[in-house]
């Protein structure tokens, strides 16, 4: 892998090194975290020992052994003006959850057309919660992770297009974002590794979707609405969903945050439509006192009508001490509640967890 | 206790007061926008790209660690350092922006902003000449 990414570098400096003055900018965010489960049930009928899923998507899984791995990560950016409003932008991040070995996570061609309109191509991370597209850098957002019982989906990257608008309406600033693209992940972690145990390729076709934001002083609203057709192997064998080789979601999500000098409430709901509903929700409130941040979360996720759905909710409370320009240290304590017997995910869990954002 | 508590907060209002020079947010001389706190947020935040009179808006940022920075984003922008960081953050890593250039002093953004119309920026109120224009003091 490291072979591969001095390769990459080389190929970019040989292919910038003639065009001129193609500026090239690095960037990047390390966030080093450390975990453990203080007591939990973990699931006996699927012999799961205690556990805390910290991070759905990439299997980041706590026990009750401390350990640094499950959501400690590196990344780096790299990004050439080309001139001509035109860019290119590379992120590679290595995460302890995937032993540190590193992948090309963003890459992406970007073209402003005007003040307003920005059209992007490659591959990018898929913007479905309001969190989701800034998921790895924890330095930007207050707690240790978004809420995991929010954050559960299989699929987080995708290749297509896409277009940003950023604007204004009056006092309103307004940002959105217009996509289409596809994701054919070969050994799906999360399904794989932890739901089905065996290889299971996730497929999501024709990904359609769109984000329209609105800032005026305090409030915040962001509204979105995604389609998707899915496809699934497990252990090559095609998964048919009521006799159909594909069955079509249907993601809903509107967060509200309201942020005062001080005082900020954050909420978050969701809803998957995919042979029923699958809700989402979350609600933080947080007090800004100079440097210390102290912090409530709720959140829960639930599938509706089934007698014995999935059904779980994490209570968190944790502090963020921004002690460096650059850097963040954070504690926080999550008490998670595994309320579901066939769709259990990890039991019930009470669990702490620390580390350091930083962004450079 | 009421003492002590009383004491402790006239020392940070002091300390406060002491650490705060005022800031002035310049532009070229012929630019005739009229400007306020909103306005200036929304330029320096990425918000918007334009001025009212729908040229094109270049802010100009201070270095990190200058006392105009620090002075410019509690009373203008009203956010700490670190809000302002984590913000940026979230727009660099998913490829919605970038911050303002920045530049190390205000005799530097002053010279820039004397030759170029479309650029604001913010200086030390006792830095401030007639080379530029003054469009509020915060």
């Known amino acids: 892998m490291i072979k591969k990414l001095i390769c990459l570098i080389a190929v970019n400096c040989i292919l910038f090194a003639g065009v001129s003055r193609a500026e090239i900018n690095f960037s990047g965010f390390a966030s080093i975290n450390a975990g453990k489960v203080m007591s939990g049930t973990g699931v006996p009928q699927y012999g799961v020992p205690p556990t805390f899923l910290a991070d759905y998507p990439l299997v980041s899984a706590y026990s009750k052994d401390i350990s640094f791995k499950p959501e400690s990560l590196f990344g780096l950016q790299i990004s050439a003006d080309l001139m001509d409003n035109l860019s290119v932008t590379g992120q590679i991040v290595a995460r302890g959850a995937d032993d540190f070995d590193a992948t090309i996570e963003w890459a992406y061609l970007s073209y402003t057309l ?20 800034f998921y790895d850098v924890g330095y930007a957002y207050v707690w240790m992770r978004p809420p995991a019982d929010n954050y559960t989906w299989q699929i987080f990257n995708y290749n297509g297009v896409n277009a940003l608008y950023t604007g204004e309406i009056g006092d309103w600033s307004v940002s959105g974002n217009l996509y289409y693209g596809e994701e054919d992940d070969k050994d799906n972690k999360l399904l794989s590794e932890f739901f089905f145990l065996e290889p299971t390729r996730e497929i999501w076709r024709d990904m359609m979707g769109g984000v329209l934001q609105l800032n005026k002083d305090w409030f915040e609203v962001r509204l979105t609405h995604m389609t998707y057709k899915n496809e699934r192997f497990r252990s090559g064998e095609r998964t048919l969903f009521d006799g159909s080789e594909s069955r079509t979601g249907k993601f809903y999500g509107l967060a509200m945050n309201l942020d005062f000098e001080q005082l900020f409430i954050l909420t978050e709901l969701n809803r998957l439509d995919l042979d029923g509903d699958l809700d989402t929700s979350m609600v933080s409130v947080g007090y800004r006192l100079d440097t210390v941040t102290p912090y409530l979360s709720y959140s829960q996720f639930k599938t509706k009508g089934e007698a014995d ?11 963020r001490w921004d002690f460096h320009s650059s850097a963040a240290f954070k504690i926080q304590f999550d008490d998670v509640k595994d309320e579901s017997f066939d769709l259990a995910v990890a039991g019930d869990s009470k669990s702490i967890t620390i580390g350091i954002d930083t962004v450079f | 206790m009421n003492i002590i508590k009383n004491t402790v907060i006239s020392l940070l209002l002091l300390i406060s007061y002491a650490a705060k020079a005022d800031v002035v947010v310049i532009v070229h001389p012929s630019n005739s926008v009229d400007f306020d706190q909103s306005s200036i947020s929304k330029l320096f935040l990425g918000k918007a790209k334009k001025f009212n009179d729908g040229n094109q808006a270049v802010p100009i940022n ?6 105009a920075r620090v002075s410019f984003n509690s009373a203008v922008l009203s956010k700490s350092g670190s809000q302002l960081k984590a913000y940026w953050s979230k727009l660099i890593f998913t490829g919605k922006g970038s911050p303002p250039q920045e530049v190390s002093n205000d005799a530097e953004v002053i010279d820039l902003i004397s030759k170029n119309p479309s650029m604001i920026g913010y200086v030390d109120s006792a830095s401030l000449t007639d080379a530029v224009k003054s469009v509020g003091k915060f």
């Open chain 2, 62 to 67: 201070q270095e990190e660690s200058s006392a």
């Open chain 1, 309 to 319: 759905g999935e059904k779980h909710n994490t209570t968190s409370i944790g502090i």
């Open chain 1, 114 to 133: 005007n003040d307003n309109w920005t059209i992007q191509a490659g591959k990018k991370r898929l913007p479905l919660f309001y969190y989701s597209d």
